[in-house]
């Protein structure tokens, strides 16, 4: 026999009447590997969560799903503040997350400060510094050398410093 919640009526009222006055807002989903993908909710159809899966349901009908577990996030915020002025989102991608041997750090093309890069223990220990010399947005660096685990890589340009968790396989 089903069972239904008291109050699952009261949230759908509630999420509806939320989702009207958001008419002029987007969705973002972002997986935790790939693109973000935005929806405007004025073309969305409907929302669902049904075994461990987000179903967004467009308009047109056509629905697109992703795994509860594999996302990132999935937010109303708009994270982009303007061509210049980027907050919440990262500034520089590391891969492949778990590494083996070589670890590429992808930063921001508009870093153009002069970066330096660190490998951390969980603990705080730096395990290895580098300032790179060459003006690149891929850097490599070799962690073959360490233990497999959770590690931090920390990466400054002197105005912002940005701390990304990564695995050593």
Known sequence: ?????????????????????????????????????????????????TSGNLVVTKMSGNPDSYV????????FKDYSVGLNNVTN????????????????IKIASDRHSRISIEILSLEGKILFSKVPDENSTVYQVNVSGINKGLYLCRINDGSTIETIKFIKQ
């Open 1 to 49: 026999m089903k069972q239904k919640l008291p109050f699952a009526g009261a949230v759908i009222v509630l999420l509806a009447l939320g989702l009207t006055t958001l008419q002029s807002q987007s969705l973002y989903v972002k997986p935790l590997s790939g693109t973000q993908t935005a929806y405007t909710l004025t073309n969305l159809k409907k929302l669902t969560f």
């Open 68 to 75: 509860l577990s594999a996302l990132r996030y999935v937010n």
């Open 89 to 104: 989102m990262p500034l520089s991608i590391l891969y492949p997350n778990p590494v083996a041997n070589e670890l590429n």
